[in-house]
């Protein structure tokens, strides 16, 4: 059987919609690792300090995140658009 009653199929917008939400919810995860590499953490499984990120990590991590946010709003306003 189909996983979509046919009175509910998928249109193409719908699926790149779906699409789109799914690629900004990864981005967004992203966003939120690199925000804390940047600022350094704590182990939830040890409890122990993890450093901020430095150097060229620090570098790679402000590159990856200026063009994730810039993907991310560009996806928002794909999204807004649609709506």
């Not at 009653?5 to 789109?20: K, N, V």
């Amino acid at each position: 059987p189909s996983p979509h009653p046919s009175d509910e199929r998928i249109t193409a917008q719908g699926f790149e919609t779906g699409r789109l939400l799914r690629r900004l919810d990864l981005l967004e995860q992203s966003i939120a690792e690199g925000e804390r590499a940047l600022r350094g953490s704590i182990d939830p499984a040890s409890g122990e300090g993890r450093p901020a990120a430095r150097g060229g990590h620090r570098e790679q991590i402000l590159s990856n995140l200026a063009v994730e946010r810039a993907l991310a709003e560009t996806i928002r306003r794909v999204l807004a658009s649609r709506r």
